[in-house]
């Protein structure tokens, strides 16, 4: 979807300067934030299944190490380039600043189409490349921790941890050198849809916004919304599954082959199910097929959810989106140009950085547990278990009454992992919401929402620069 011309980092700076106006930073620290501090671009031959070799061209980039470790995922596509790599690791700084996750901004590439190559195969490169990082001591849970991104998910982090961790005999802490990976090799519960949740819980957070909502003409709630989505993988998925539980109308969902519409809904499960079964999302019972998948992004919705790659909205079709909201699930769906035009137009756009920021949030606390080697909830389940039993006891023991079954079971459950991974995304959602929204509440001249989230993480980068005395 990137063309020669398109720059992606440069749209990225092209943000970052247009919030920078509004803090009060020194020029050269503001340069030092922009900047790419480490890129790594390697070559390494891989001997696939026929018996050819294969030259593999990949990446690495350390935006900012303010914090430490570095951060990100590591995508397999055949779009990555360096400088997609590099827009993708400075995303990264500022979606961590923004959330409060102490790291510094990371991203990976290596370009492949994963589709093309066998499981034999993808493991070849993927163990080749992590012991490339290793040699270059770019990865290890205190220096440069990966995660999935497109084209990547548990199957690729467990290679990576185990590669990591016969190279690395003896460090009690190896499981921290990746998240994202399977429970069984020390992922957290929660992990796979924290995406999604994170998306759907910044948008409810927004649409209960009485004066937002009133701004583009809806009333405050998802409930009844309609929803368009495009992409169905993990990202796209989870958020289509989270906003139909929630009563709102995922009314499109669009994918490579094209697009599906009924004004009813669709089960995005069972369209994952057909897709599965035909090889194609089209022709999926009640649905009318859309030509062309980028037709989905024009359909007259409440919310547009791009969800797959980026600069899918730009100067050419943004004149045309008939959306009031537009969720930015993926990384840089919209060009600097698009911004402009849908500003114009009055639609709100929730920035990617801060808006699909529930993976990395989930991933901290993956790191957290890695490091302190327990499950969450381990400790305080049963306790929390047994004082609720109390308490209950007591109140019908006062009162002469008794609840319900159901009741009980709601009030005496103690907190498994998933629910304590689930709980913190939540309050981590819908602080970094309204953070944003106030800075962009008490600065009149500050014209979108992704102007306030940039302006929030320059100042919460520059801050943390300032502190460690770099720019006395
Ligand atoms: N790839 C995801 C992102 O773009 C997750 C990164 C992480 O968990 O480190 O935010």
């Known amino acids: 979807m990137s063309n020669s011309v398109y720059s992606f980092f440069h749209s990225v700076e092209q943000s970052f300067d247009k919030a920078a106006k509004f803090t009060k930073w020194d020029k050269g620290l503001l340069e030092q934030i922009k900047a790419c501090n480490s890129v790594y671009s390697m070559r390494f031959p891989v001997k696939m299944d026929d018996g050819r070799i294969e030259v593999i061209e990949a990446y690495r980039v350390q935006h900012s190490q303010h914090k430490s470790p570095c951060k990100g995922g590591i995508r397999f596509s055949d779009e990555v380039n360096q400088d997609e790599v590099m827009a993708l690791a400075s995303l990264m700084t500022y979606k961590c600043a923004i959330v409060n996750v102490p790291f510094g901004g990371g991203k990976g590439g290596i370009k492949i189409n994963p589709k093309k190559y066998s499981a034999y195969e993808l493991e070849k490169i993927t163990r080749r490349y992590t012991s490339e990082l290793v040699k270059k001591n770019f990865i290890g849970p205190g220096i440069d921790v990966p995660a999935p991104d497109y084209g990547t998910g548990e199957r690729e982090m467990a290679w990576i941890v185990d590669t990591y961790s016969s190279l690395k005999p003896g460090d009690i802490d190896a499981a921290g050198c990746v998240t994202g990976k399977p429970i069984s090799q020390g992922g957290v519960r929660g992990r796979k849809e924290a995406t999604g949740l994170g998306v759907f819980f910044g948008i409810r957070e927004v649409c209960n916004m009485p004066e937002i909502m009133a701004k583009v003409g809806l009333t405050t709630g998802v ?8 992409g169905l993988g993990n990202v796209g998925y989870h958020s289509a599954k989270f906003f139909r539980e929630a009563g709102a109308k995922v009314v499109a969902i669009a994918e490579f082959e094209g697009a599906v519409y009924n004004k009813d809904g669709i089960n995005e499960e069972e369209l994952f ?13 009640g649905c009318t097929n859309l030509a062309k998948n980028t037709d989905a992004l024009e359909l007259a919705c409440d919310i547009l959810i791009p969800a797959a790659l980026e600069n899918v909205i730009n100067h050419e079709n943004a004149g045309r989106v008939q959306a009031k909201i537009i969720g930015e699930a993926a990384n840089g769906p919209l060009t600097p140009e698009a911004d402009e035009i849908l500003a114009a137009k009055g639609i709100v756009v929730v920035p990617d950085m801060y808006l699909n920021a529930g993976g990395v949030t989930v ?3 993956e790191w957290l547990k890695n490091l302190s080697h327990v499950r969450y909830g381990r400790m305080e389940k049963r306790f929390t278990e047994n004082m609720n039993t109390h308490i209950v006891s007591q109140i019908e023991e006062v009162s002469g009454k008794k609840i319900s079954d159901a009741e009980r079971k709601i009030i005496l459950h103690g907190p498994e992992e998933v629910d304590l991974v689930h709980s913190g995304l939540e309050e981590t959602m819908i602080a970094a919401t309204r953070e944003i929204m106030d800075i962009w509440k008490n600065n009149a001249d500050i014209p979108d929402m992704r102007t306030a989230a940039y302006v929030n993480a320059i100042n919460k980068v520059a801050t943390s620069y300032n502190e460690l005395g770099i720019f006395p």
């Open 223 to 230: 409930e009844n919304k309609t929803v368009v989505v495009q």
């Open 273 to 285: 199910a057909h897709r599965k079964a035909t090889g194609s999302i089209l022709n999926f019972p």
């Open 363 to 365: 991933s901290y606390f």
